[in-house]
């Protein structure tokens, strides 16, 4: 699993295109099942420099409504509405937490590993996992979403 500060965290991915991955797209389901409260990963927290994740939601306490597994190439947010703050982590910046303002409700087009155009539209916990596993796709981690560093990023608590 990469962590801040790999530069592949910090750049944008590229496109997969027509010629979609399956390889890739068992690495991230595998690595996002072998990591203990993992519910999203994207490509380039394992190194990859492409725009594809996974993300499974629905053993989440907080994934009121969810699509189980879902992977995505080269996902598109459609449409947002409302804003929630809420605490997210994120595997690449493991010490961490941080309040984060997301979209509520979301809409999400990306292919498929069978390159099939799926569309989800997601809300609560779910649209928020969305959000933040396309946000690696563009570069973009939890600390660069506060509103304040002093104020909204916390050392992650652990417990014995």
Avoid: W
Avoid at 16 to 26: F, I, K, N, Y
Avoid at 91 to 114: F, Y
Avoid at 115 to 141: K, P, Y
């Amino acid at each position: 699993m990469f962590r801040l500060p790999e530069r592949v965290l910090k750049a944008r991915a590229v496109e997969v295109g027509p010629s979609l991955d399956d390889e890739l797209a068992r690495d991230l389901v595998d690595t996002m099942r072998a990591s203990p409260a993992c519910v999203g990963l994207a490509a380039p927290q394992i190194g990859v420099g492409r725009r594809a994740f996974a993300l499974d939601v629905s053993s989440h306490p907080k994934a009121v409504v969810n699509h189980g597994l879902v992977v995505m190439f080269d996902p598109v947010i459609l449409d947002a509405s409302g804003r929630e703050v809420a605490r997210e982590g994120c595997m690449s910046v493991p010490d961490l937490t941080a309040n984060v303002a997301r979209a509520a409700h979301i809409v999400v087009q990306g292919m498929t590993p069978d390159g099939d155009l799926r569309v989800v539209g997601a809300e609560g916990f779910e649209a928020r996992a969305f959000q933040h596993e396309i946000d690696h796709l563009d570069g973009m981690l939890i600390l660069d979403r506060v509103a304040c560093l002093e104020h909204d990023v916390f050392k992650r608590k652990t417990y014995r």
